[in-house]
């Protein structure tokens, strides 16, 4: 039985059947992880008490308690806090953090009786775009090991890719669920803002993180959706929303859909433009109606992401000393040498650059030239995205300018890679939801990903335009899901 292509709903009713059980589940996946981890590297670590997990999991399900989840294997992105499960952000400052609490979505999974499998890689503290900045190593694609599986979450993505889990958790605070859902051809929401509570997710940029799920298809993503969201008194920006699992299937004849020219411009790969081209065409087929719009300040999001977000994380950064939890270092004859030498060595340079870029924009004499003026574009990104949502339900663009690159391509010039998220961070900044599924495939055989963006908390609908997609496409699964 190839248990790692079925949908959550499949694995529900084997579950709930007693055609199998969760420990027969969560066995099928820690020997898939042995067999074929070793290839990918998507985990940085296995649960050794996923086991346990999934007997209590069993009681559940043998009780009739049941729900969505219970007895589902899952994947966690590493800066998500799991309580007793080792949390590293793949970071040698966390290497050997063992948290005593659990973050909020972990402790709604875990009183549904999901089981948690293992922790997944993912660039250093979640800055990058290629899963290349881990201090445990890179992952693979599971599309062509030679290639990146894109970042942040390039674990969470891979994972789900491979068959290594059901479904994942990664966060997004410039694109990190859905480009590494785009480069290994799986689905994978941006929720709202304040949908999902971040407490106990290790803080990059406060005012632009999000956890959101990514799997196999849209329908997936909404179960695990319904699963954390909520509002939470552990998190001030939290808000609570409608339940969407409910809502795949209804139709979507007559959704206008908004397409912003400037996503479709220089930069753009060919083949990706035509696979989001032929999508329009098929959202049009369905009876959608497709519009064309714009978003002039497309050209400034890149710069104003990375002063928001890096000043947000020279701030957020700030608490690694060495004193409460974290590396610390045995150099240093005062209190200020200790804590130069713990955060030089346990910092890599991806997370100092943008330590070094964010207090720099913070700081009093250039404040107003950089961090003040990103705030300016932040409302007026806003702004366009208000505007465009005045004539449209939603928007369609391609998720990358170019599909899953091979390791050692991009120079070593930071922007090179910071161009990545170019069609992805207005999101953020905004504060929307936006679901990446595949869409087509490079001659080369690598998947092509698309964004569809909705107003605020219309997490639903947009996760059922991609269904509706997702029904009419031919996926190609890769060597390990064969
Ligand atoms: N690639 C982006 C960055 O490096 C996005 C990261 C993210 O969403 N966590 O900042």
């Given at each position: 039985m190839n248990l790692h292509l079925k949908s959550i709903k499949e694995l529900r009713s084997l579950l709930d059947g007693g055609d199998i059980t969760a420990?027969?589940?969560?066995?099928y996946y820690l020997d898939r992880i042995e067999k074929l981890d070793p290839a990918i590297h998507a985990y940085i670590t296995v649960n050794e008490k996923a086991m346990e997990q999934a007997?209590?999991?069993?009681?559940?399900?043998?009780?009739g308690c049941a729900k969505p989840l219970t007895g589902i294997v899952l994947g966690i992105k590493d800066n998500i806090c799991t309580k007793g499960l080792r949390t590293t952000c793949a970071s040698h400052m966390l290497e050997d953090f063992v948290p005593t609490y659990n973050s909020t979505v972990a402790e709604k999974l875990a009183e549904d009786g999901a089981i948690f499998i293992g922790k997944l890689n993912m660039d250093e503290f979640a800055m990058g775009a290629s899963t290349t900045t881990s201090y445990f190593g890179n992952t693979c694609n599971p599309y062509d090991t030679d290639c990146v599986p894109g970042?942040?979450?390039g674990g969470s993505a891979?994972?789900?890719?491979?068959?290594?889990?059901?479904?994942?958790?990664?966060?997004?605070?410039?694109?990190?669920?859905?480009?590494?859902?785009?480069?290994?051809?799986?689905?994978?929401?941006?929720?709202?803002?304040?949908?999902?509570?971040?407490?106990?997710?290790?803080?990059?940029?406060?005012?632009?993180?999000?956890?959101?799920?990514?799997?196999?298809?849209?329908?997936?993503c909404a179960v695990l959706l319904d699963a954390i969201s909520g509002e939470d008194p552990m998190d001030m920006t939290s808000r609570p929303s409608e339940p969407v699992a409910e809502m795949m299937g209804a139709p979507v004849e007559g959704t206008v859909i908004g397409v912003p020219k400037e996503f479709f411009g220089e930069g753009l790969n060919e083949e990706i433009k035509a696979a989001v081209e032929n999508?329009?065409?098929?959202?049009?087929?369905?009876?959608?109606?497709?519009?064309?719009?714009?978003?002039?300040?497309?050209?400034?999001?890149?710069?104003?992401?990375?002063?928001?977000?890096?000043?947000?994380?020279?701030?957020?950064?700030?608490?690694?000393?060495?004193?409460?939890?974290?590396?610390?270092?045995?150099?240093?004859?005062?209190?200020?040498?200790?804590?130069?030498?713990?955060?030089?060595?346990?910092f890599g340079s991806e997370v100092k650059r943008r330590i070094l870029l964010g207090s720099y924009a913070l700081s009093s004499g250039y404040f107003d030239a950089y961090?003040?003026?990103?705030?300016?574009?932040?409302?007026?990104?806003?702004?366009?995205?208000?505007?465009?949502?005045?004539?449209c339900d939603c928007i369609l663009t391609p998720t990358t300018p170019e599909a899953a690159f091979k390791f050692?391509?991009?120079?070593?010039?930071?922007?090179?890679?910071?161009?990545?998220?170019?069609?992805?961070?207005?999101?953020?900044?905004?504060?929307?939801?936006?679901?990446s599924t595949p869409c087509g495939y490079t001659k080369e055989g690598l998947p092509i990903g698309m964004s569809i963006v909705g107003k605020a908390f219309a997490d639903g609908q947009i996760l059922n335009l991609a269904d509706a997609f997702e029904k009419k496409f031919n996926y190609i699964l890769n060597d390990f899901c064969l």
């Open positions: 420990q027969e589940l969560t066995q007997e209590r999991a069993q009681k559940m399900i043998e009780e970042g942040s979450s891979a994972a789900v890719a491979a068959g290594l889990c059901v479904a994942s958790l990664g966060s997004d605070t410039g694109g990190s669920i859905r480009q590494p859902a785009a480069f290994c051809g799986v689905t994978g929401l941006k929720p709202t803002y304040g949908r999902v509570s971040r407490s106990g997710l290790v803080a990059f940029a406060s005012s632009l993180d999000q956890i959101g799920p990514i799997g196999k298809s849209a329908r997936d999508a329009i065409k098929e959202f049009e087929a369905m009876g959608c109606v497709i519009k064309e719009v714009s978003m002039p300040s497309l050209k400034y999001a890149i710069p104003a992401y990375y002063l928001i977000g890096s000043a947000e994380a020279s701030s957020n950064l700030a608490r690694y000393d060495g004193v409460r939890y974290g590396h610390l270092s045995k150099e240093g004859n005062s209190f200020d040498e200790r804590l130069i030498a713990t955060r030089n060595e346990g961090y003040k003026k990103a705030n300016l574009l932040r409302r007026r990104i806003r702004q366009e995205y208000e505007e465009i949502f005045k004539t050692g391509t991009k120079s070593e010039d930071p922007t090179e890679m910071y161009l990545a998220d170019i069609y992805t961070v207005t999101v953020n900044i905004a504060g929307l939801p936006a679901v």
